[in-house]
């Protein structure tokens, strides 16, 4: 009999036990609303670039006899890069060069002989000419002398024709010295482009020739990162950027000057800072994307000379900031029927449904700009109802939400 009491009263205290579990509800996750910092970041793979490279190449054909340069140099605006053989060009320019003296100090003198020469015989045909006119009208010479004296008045004046013409022609800028100067300046032009110089400070990033190559205009010789200005240490620094492929989903936060840290896959424990420089005006419909430039900001020169072109490099960029919000994990939200957002508020034992406004977001927490306030506990539930009792089991929340 004392058996069967005892099973009884340990049944009765079993189901005692049940009914204030019950009535106490079930154990929930939750935890307190509190103030700390949240960030929106936009993660994206990106490959380095320069803001400037030149390729450089050859104007002419030509054959090389001496490259000054290689990759990793760096170069001063003007500084030789690559010589080109010039022996033929400089043939031509001296042949120019050698006509336009002999115009000068031959042609031109002589042309202006032969004028003086020829003015002086013009003079001397027309006096014999009026003497022998005179003669005839005296009756004392015949008119066939008179015609001959006048036929050759009239070759002088033609002869002093020519000769002034040849003059004119050969005179100080004229066309035939101007048409001279033209080849000479056109030769040296060829000539010049012989030597390849620098056209901006910079650092050689590739070369493709070498001493006793032909080239051709079609070739590119070498390629230089143009230098952005000179840094802390007074060394010039090249115009490093990343350029990434954003999705255009995640466009809408984007803005210029939003700092990035930029992590190179071949360097994964060492952040680079940046800033969003320059956002296409365009989006790629064959892939959905937009490319956003960020400028690389490391003063360390070290940090910089680790980012190589074509280096693949995570960005994150750093789309918005709170340093203070009341901030959720996003697992603590839930969407009613009416599209609003609602959280699970636990108060005086019992759990009620709030409609909370969002501010920032990001993939895991919330913004909450109004409907609880700091010290509020909200529980983590999917399968409880509004105004039941339950019981809560704090979470530990992170001081930093990124």
């Given at each position: 009999m004392?058996i069967?009491?005892?099973?009884?009263i340990a049944?009765l205290?079993?189901?005692?036990?049940?009914?204030?579990?019950?009535w106490r509800?079930?154990?929930?996750?939750?935890l307190?609303?509190?103030?700390?910092?949240l960030?929106l970041?936009?993660?994206a793979?990106g490959?380095?670039?320069?803001q400037?490279?030149?390729?450089?190449?050859?104007?002419?054909?030509?054959?090389?006899?001496?490259?000054?340069v290689?990759?990793g140099?760096?170069?001063s605006?003007?500084?030789l890069l690559i010589e080109?053989?010039?022996d033929?060009?400089?043939?031509?320019?001296?042949?120019?060069?050698t006509?336009?003296?002999?115009?000068?100090?031959?042609?031109?003198?002589?042309?202006?002989?032969?004028?003086?020469e020829?003015?002086?015989?013009?003079?001397?045909?027309s006096?014999?000419?009026r003497?022998?006119e005179a003669?005839?009208?005296?009756?004392m010479?015949?008119?066939?002398?008179?015609?001959q004296?006048?036929?050759?008045e009239?070759?002088?004046?033609?002869?002093?024709?020519r000769?002034?013409l040849?003059?004119?022609?050969?005179?100080?800028?004229?066309?035939e010295e101007r048409?001279l100067?033209?080849?000479?300046?056109s030769?040296?032009?060829?000539?010049?482009?012989?030597?390849?110089?620098?056209?901006?400070a910079?650092?050689?990033?590739?070369r493709?020739v070498?001493?006793?190559?032909?080239?051709?205009?079609s070739?590119?010789?070498?390629?230089?990162?143009?230098?952005d200005g000179?840094?802390?240490?007074g060394?010039?620094?090249?115009?490093?950027?990343v350029?990434?492929a954003?999705?255009e989903?995640?466009?809408?936060?984007l803005?210029l000057?939003?700092?990035?840290?930029?992590?190179?896959?071949?360097?994964?424990?060492?952040t680079?800072p940046?800033i969003?420089?320059?956002?296409?005006?365009?989006?790629?419909s064959s892939?959905?994307?937009?490319?956003?430039?960020?400028s690389?900001?490391a003063?360390?020169?070290?940090?910089?000379?680790a980012?190589?072109?074509?280096?693949?490099?995570?960005?994150?960029?750093?789309?918005?900031?709170?340093q203070?919000?009341l901030?959720?994990?996003?697992?603590?939200?839930?969407s009613?029927?009416?599209?609003?957002t609602?959280?699970l508020?636990w108060?005086d034992?019992?759990?009620?449904?709030?409609?909370?406004?969002?501010g920032?977001?990001n993939?895991?927490?919330?913004?909450?700009?109004?409907?609880?306030?700091?010290g509020?506990?909200?529980?983590q539930?999917?399968?409880?109802?509004?105004?039941?009792?339950a019981?809560?089991?704090?979470?530990q929340?992170?001081?930093?939400i990124?």
């Amino acid at each position: 009999m004392r058996i069967i009491y005892g099973v009884v009263i340990a049944a009765l205290c079993v189901v005692l036990l049940l009914g204030v579990q019950k009535w106490r509800g079930p154990i929930l996750p939750a935890l307190t609303v509190e103030q700390m910092p949240l960030e929106l970041r936009i993660v994206a793979s990106g490959e380095v670039r320069y803001q400037s490279l030149a390729r450089i190449g050859s104007e002419i054909t030509g054959t090389v006899i001496a490259r000054h340069v290689r990759e990793g140099d760096r170069v001063s605006q003007g500084d030789l890069l690559i010589e080109l053989n010039s022996d033929e060009l400089q043939s031509r320019l001296a042949q120019a060069q050698t006509l336009l003296q002999q115009l000068q100090k031959i042609s031109r003198p002589q042309a202006q002989a032969a004028s003086v020469e020829a003015r002086d015989n013009l003079r001397q045909a027309s006096r014999e000419a009026r003497r022998r006119e005179a003669l005839a009208q005296q009756g004392m010479l015949a008119t066939e002398q008179v015609e001959q004296a006048q036929r050759s008045e009239l070759n002088a004046k033609t002869t002093l024709t020519r000769a002034q013409l040849a003059v004119d022609s050969l005179a100080a800028n004229s066309t035939e010295e101007r048409l001279l100067q033209q080849r000479i300046d056109s030769a040296a032009a060829e000539l010049a482009k012989t030597r390849i110089y620098a056209p901006f400070a910079g650092r050689v990033q590739t070369r493709n020739v070498e001493p006793g190559d032909l080239v051709q205009p079609s070739k590119i010789l070498l390629e230089i990162a143009r230098s952005d200005g000179l840094d802390r240490d007074g060394i010039a620094s090249d115009g490093l950027e990343v350029v990434v492929a954003l999705d255009e989903k995640n466009f809408a936060p984007l803005q210029l000057q939003q700092p990035v840290q930029l992590i190179a896959d071949a360097w994964p424990e060492q952040t680079v800072p940046g800033i969003v420089s320059f956002i296409a005006p365009a989006v790629d419909s064959s892939r959905g994307t937009i490319d956003v430039h960020i400028s690389v900001l490391a003063d360390d020169s070290k940090q910089r000379h680790a980012f190589l072109q074509g280096m693949t490099v995570s960005a994150n960029i750093i789309a918005a900031q709170r340093q203070r919000a009341l901030v959720l994990p996003n697992d603590y939200l839930l969407s009613s029927s009416t599209g609003q957002t609602q959280v699970l508020r636990w108060q005086d034992g019992k759990v009620s449904a709030v409609a909370v406004q969002l501010g920032l977001r990001n993939m895991t927490h919330s913004e909450i700009t109004s409907g609880l306030a700091e010290g509020d506990v909200v529980v983590q539930a999917d399968k409880i109802s509004d105004g039941q009792r339950a019981r809560v089991r704090f979470e530990q929340a992170q001081h930093v939400i990124r």
